[in-house]
């Protein structure tokens, strides 16, 4: 989430590596992209979205996968190993993210699927669940908000100001250099993160594989605040008819907590899993209630209105 200057293509990172044995290219909503699976196919499908397929770490996949679940994750356009563009310049919309993520599904004959989006992962889930409502079987949004980058609603938090100063001000690292990358990565997860414990062990080992495995880092990290968001939908959230469990960080500074409060009652019957001390992220540490939860939440079993930890 650095500041960049998209008027101009970032230079590419370090050289990237092949394709490893468990991911694939296919052909969604007629663009390719890179797609990774876990557990057996004839289990309830779960659809993550985030940017890159590393938004979910493979042991949360796999986690996920024994509930049990099918789990699809992949990297949206100009992340990861999937299709890009010349940087700064994306020719597709938000809402050509969301035909390709309902793409996906007819890739792997699936009528519909649990869709659980994080951050602005959330913003293409919701786009899902108000034009394919029949190809979403339930949603999960976690540390998401209803609008776009910008100027929020008067009863919204907007972002916090550390952070903002954070983003605005920190030095772009030598995009050749892996390290000084995955270096400038981790700063920034630490400026995203809340007073959980920080793994940096396995945020670093997690950051050197995003660097290997993307072809144009600086552009990757940057890509939503260029593509064209479309009109505000947060007035149509009442239309949502897919189950709906909201799961926000108490000390989120990216979108604030109360975002996540506001979805959780514009959305009919939505439930609100609300994590303490949880930031902009999934740590390790609320694997152990997350997981469950959404494991629950796609098994259509009733729970509490609300939840709290």
């Known amino acids: 989430m650095t500041k960049h200057n998209i008027d101009r293509p970032p230079p590419s990172g370090p050289e990237v590596r092949p394709l490893a044995a468990n991911e694939k290219i296919v052909q969604a909503n007629g663009v390719d992209l890179c797609v990774e699976t876990f557990g057996d196919a004839a289990d309830p499908a779960i659809l993550l979205v985030g ?114 100063a954070y983003i605005m001000g920190a030095p772009e690292p030598d995009w050749s250099d892996r390290v000084a990358v995955i270096d400038h990565i981790i700063e920034g997860e630490r400026h995203y993160a809340g007073s959980l414990p920080f793994d940096e062990a396995a945020r670093r080992d997690l950051a050197g594989r995003l660097v290997d495995r993307t072809d144009n880092v600086a552009w990757s990290m940057t890509t939503f605040a260029a593509i064209d968001l479309g009109d505000r939908w947060r007035e149509r959230l009442g239309a949502v008819r897919a189950p709906t469990l909201v799961i926000h960080g108490t000390e989120d500074p990216f979108f604030p907590y109360g975002n996540g409060v506001a979805l959780s009652k514009e959305i009919p019957g939505a439930r609100l899993l609300t994590l303490e001390k949880m930031g902009h992220e999934v740590p390790r540490a609320v694997w152990d209630v997350v997981i469950p939860a959404i494991v629950e939440h796609t098994a259509g079993v009733p729970s509490s209105a609300r939840d709290m930890i």
């Open 51 to 164: 940017t890159s397929m590393l938004t979910w770490e493979d042991a949360f996949c796999g986690r996920l996968a024994a509930g049990p679940r099918f789990v699809i994750r992949y990297d949206i356009r100009d992340t990861g190993r999937s299709v890009g563009y010349e940087p700064g310049h994306p020719p597709y919309t938000i809402r050509d993210l969301v035909a390709d993520a309902v793409g996906l599904l007819d890739t792997f004959d699936l009528a519909s699927a649990h869709f659980v989006g994080f951050s602005a992962g959330g913003w293409i889930c919701q786009h899902a669940a108000l034009d394919y409502p029949e190809r979403v079987a339930s949603l999960t949004l976690i540390a998401a908000r209803s609008n776009a980058p910008g100027p929020t609603d008067d009863d919204l938090p907007e972002h916090a100001e550390a952070l903002m």
